[in-house]
């Protein structure tokens, strides 16, 4: 008996093995037909192949500025259209114009600073259907468009595609951005866009045929706020590829080495310098410790906030293919999240993507976050990773010395979190309960 695969159009996120939203993309389609999955965004940080092959770049005829706004404002000039897979150059945007900035580029800069600052961003950018797109849309023939929703014009555009193409769609958080978009709101219509963008997306859930949620807290608290289920999906794992290379030795060489992957910035810079400030300390008090951290944040100025911390560096990312190998070689991982109000907000319900892969690894983790975070109550629930809920230097100096010293520890830690993964993140089980999610919908439209 064949596998049903409905035909999925993804908008504006994209397959990579870069960002969080790409990995799980990725990790959640991956064994999907692909001749049965289309995406179209504005930017590709990379062209994967695996699980796709049919592109489409939402440019210049899609992305528009209203009048007035247009005649001074930053107008798109990527080239919209289906992607040639063969020429592999979709990463790098088709531009056409000048190439040096001129007067108008400057007025654009001051144009877009006072806009920011009165808050009519949100009036001026839109994404319309044209032509060329509903032609590439109805040649596809999707029964689903899926879409991880972050901004007041993707949520315009999935609702003109629904009701201008008849099309069912399904609506993936990866975080509380409808929050946070709110509250980093500026100027004085501010209080009128946070009730526009809370109505529109009220409006959007209610027409969905399936909901999803990064995590179990996000759902139960998009429940009480919208009155609708989310189904919650987070990043799976391959067993077979991350388990040959999961730690089975948990004794120490000379420094104790521990590693955090990932961003750094809104929601975990400020618990990642206090680590670092820690490791520090105890660097300089001749205990031999070392904390290494590879981000994309290696090559900005974010990573200059970390130079005066002795024990302390800041690498270059490595390729995706590289992690199981490299998370398992070392002694403890760290799972940090900002303890103050806007780290709370922004990360309140969000599933880090590298949780489960941290899980597999069989080296130990530490969870530093506040116990109001989805990832503090996963790992407090399921005794996976040793928890520190307060922001309390002296509380966290103990609990790195405690996992440096008891070896009993990190083994239990470490065994305890590969079970827990093998058990709930297991690639196989959730992409045929994703997977089924578009099926039993499929079906009801069907029927109906």
Not at 175 to 202: A, C, H, S
Not at 259 to 269: D, E, F, Q, S, V
Request: charged share 25%; with cysteine; aromatic share 12%.
């Amino acid at each position: 008996m064949s596998v049903f695969y409905p035909k999925i159009l993804i908008i504006g996120d994209s397959f990579d093995n870069k960002s969080g939203g790409g990995i799980t993309l990725t990790n959640l389609f991956k064994g999907w037909k692909k001749e049965n999955i289309a995406v179209a965004a504005s930017n590709f940080k990379e062209l994967d192949t695996n699980v796709c092959e049919k592109y489409y770049r939402l440019g210049s005829l899609e992305s528009k500025i209203k009048f007035p706004v247009n005649k001074i404002g930053k107008k798109s000039f990527i080239e919209s259209g289906p992607i040639s897979i063969t020429e592999n150059k979709a990463a790098e945007p088709i531009i056409n114009g000048k190439k040096k900035p001129g007067l108008k580029y400057y007025i654009q800069l001051v144009y877009w600073y006072i806009t920011d600052i009165i808050g009519l961003e949100h009036y001026s950018k839109r994404l319309v259907i044209s032509d060329d797109f509903r032609s590439w849309v109805k040649e596809f023939n999707p029964d689903f468009v899926y879409c991880q929703l972050s901004t007041l014009e993707t949520i315009r555009f999935i609702n003109d595609i629904h009701f201008q193409l008849n099309i069912p769609f399904a609506i993936h958080f990866m975080d509380d951005w409808p929050v946070t978009i709110t509250n980093k709101q500026k100027g004085i219509f501010k209080l009128y866009w946070q009730k526009l963008i809370d109505k529109k997306l009220r409006h959007l859930l209610s027409n969905a045929s399936i909901l999803m949620s990064i995590s179990e807290a996000m759902s139960e608290a998009y429940y009480n706020r919208y009155g609708l289920k989310f189904i919650p999906f987070h990043n799976p794992i391959t067993i077979e590829e991350w388990l040959p290379f999961s730690k089975n030795d948990w004794s120490l060489n000379e420094t104790f080495r521990i590693l955090y992957t990932g961003r750094l910035g809104t929601a975990n810079n400020k618990s990642i310098l206090t680590i670092s400030n820690i490791v520090s300390n105890l660097y300089h008090s001749n205990v031999k410790i070392k904390l290494d951290i590879y981000s994309p944040a290696a090559s900005t100025e974010m990573a200059g906030h970390y130079l005066d911390y002795d024990g302390v560096e800041v690498k270059p990312p490595l390729p995706y293919k590289s992690m199981p190998e490299l998370l398992s070689s070392y002694d403890l991982l760290l799972l940090p999240l900002d303890f103050d109000k806007e780290g709370i907000n922004f990360a309140k319900y969000s599933m880090p993507t590298k949780t489960s892969e941290y899980m597999i690894s069989g080296t130990p983790i530490l969870v530093y976050a506040s116990m109001l975070t989805a990832l503090a109550k996963y790992a407090s629930k399921d005794g996976w990773a040793y928890l520190v809920t307060n922001n309390d230097g002296a509380t966290l100096l103990d609990a790195l010395n405690e996992l440096r010293t008891n070896q009993h520890l990190r083994m239990n830690l470490a065994r305890k979190a590969r079970e827990v993964a093998i058990r709930n993140e297991d690639a196989m089980i959730v992409r045929e309960n994703f997977r089924n999610c578009f099926k039993l919908n499929h079906n009801r439209s069907y029927n109906h």
